[in-house]
């Protein structure tokens, strides 16, 4: 019997040795778990991986309408050459880019017409000085009653039917630019010269050395790009969110991906058959590779918010969930983070809005700059 209690006894002290040997080990359990969960980062690897820490900073977010157009210029920076006469090239040298000032010469025309309107203007110019003293002489003559006032007139209606035609020649001398006094003395020209009426680029070309243009026919077009603006189309839901005055942003897809600040002008005035309305916006600043009707994608700002934000590359998309690290402690050898979830959401010119889950603070320090490679790495089983 006391073989038997002694035994009993030691089985009994045996569990009881377990039992708080257990207890031991699940009390210490909670800390060393969330020790794991913090991701250490020494000094040395710090400066190594060019990390960087931030704070979550204030910044207006809103939502982003689009509207499409094309770069164009101003009706007076854009000119069609065309002819009141008709004639065949017999001089140009222009291509399509060419530069030139207003008032150069772009082309010259040739046609045996042009000798003809010169000689009519010649002779008619001689009868006109011939009947102004006849009709002089006569309206002496019928005040002293030599003559009847149907002889007189009769010399009248010559003079001014004369007169007339001298001024409609004179008119045409004119639109040939060529000189009256020139064409007076008898020095005629097969050939007249067409002026550039603006300063600006040869943009279309439509003409060759022979070619026959016919009157009113187009020859070339010039345009000046020293201003350019925006044609938008915007649709008609999105007008009353557009004023003129307000800023809007804009990227020539094709060319950059540079964002690019311009203010509307004019709002069109008219709602056009596919429900948009035309919107005239001037840029800030002219990119010297900003070229006539290149296509345009606009941006328009509404419902603008203040928020906080942080970094774009402070934020990293793990299993379904966004977190950003935020510093938990610093030693002196070493960083500890910890994760922190946030709402996911979308950048805004390498910045995102910081809207977060997990409580947080106005002073906490967050890794804005390696994030991604952090959490990488400690998902996988890797320390640092």
């Known amino acids: 019997m006391k073989i038997t209690y002694s035994i009993y006894?030691?089985?009994?002290?045996l569990i009881a040795g377990c039992n708080s040997s257990e207890q031991k080990t699940q009390t210490t359990t909670p800390n060393n778990t969330e020790e794991d969960e913090l991701i250490k980062v020494t000094k040395t690897q710090f400066e190594h991986a060019k990390l960087k820490l931030g704070k979550a900073d204030s910044t207006n977010f809103s939502e982003k309408l689009t509207a499409h157009g094309t770069i164009d210029v101003p009706p007076k920076n854009k000119a069609s050459v065309s002819t009141f006469f008709e004639g065949y090239v017999s001089n140009t040298s222009l291509l399509i880019g060419d530069k030139v000032k207003k008032g150069d010469v772009l082309i010259e025309l040739s046609n045996p017409e042009y000798l003809s309107i010169q000689q009519d203007y010649a002779e008619n110019n001689a009868q006109l000085k011939y009947l102004a003293s006849e009709y002089q002489r006569k309206k002496n003559l019928l005040a002293d009653k030599v003559i009847s006032q149907k002889v007189f007139e009769e010399t009248r209606s010559l003079y001014k039917a004369a007169q007339a035609k001298d001024n409609a020649l004179q008119k045409k001398i004119t639109l040939m630019r060529l000189s009256h006094k020139q064409v007076l003395n008898g020095n005629f020209s097969e050939s007249i010269k067409i002026y550039a009426p603006i300063s600006g680029s040869i943009s279309k070309m439509f003409v060759s050395q022979g070619s026959f243009v016919a009157k009113s026919a187009p020859i070339m077009e010039i345009i000046n790009t020293e201003h350019v603006h925006l044609e938008l189309k915007v649709f008609e839901?999105?007008?009353?969110?557009?004023?003129?005055?307000q800023t809007i942003e804009f990227q020539i897809p094709e060319v950059s991906d540079s964002i690019h600040k311009a203010y509307i002008r004019l709002?069109?005035?008219?709602?056009?058959?596919?429900?948009?309305?035309?919107?005239?916006?001037h840029p800030e600043n002219e990119a010297n590779y900003f070229k006539v009707g290149m296509?345009?994608?606009?941006?328009?700002?509404?419902?603008?918010?203040?928020?906080?934000?942080?970094?774009e590359a402070a934020f990293t998309d793990l299993e379904g969930k966004t977190y950003v690290l935020r510093l938990k402690e610093t030693q002196q050898d070493a960083y500890y983070f910890e994760k922190v979830t946030v709402e996911n959401s979308l950048q805004h010119n390498g910045i995102k809005p910081f809207i977060p889950i997990d409580k947080t603070s106005p002073e906490d320090v967050f890794l804005v700059k390696g994030t991604f490679d952090l959490l990488s790495e400690s998902s996988g089983g890797h320390s640092h």
């Open 237 to 245: 839901k999105d007008i009353k969110y557009l004023s003129e005055g």
């Open 267 to 281: 709002i069109g005035a008219e709602i056009e058959s596919d429900r948009s309305i035309k919107v005239h916006a």
């Open 295 to 311: 296509f345009v994608k606009a941006m328009f700002s509404v419902n603008t918010q203040k928020m906080l934000s942080l970094p």
């Open 9 to 13: 006894l030691f089985i009994m002290l």
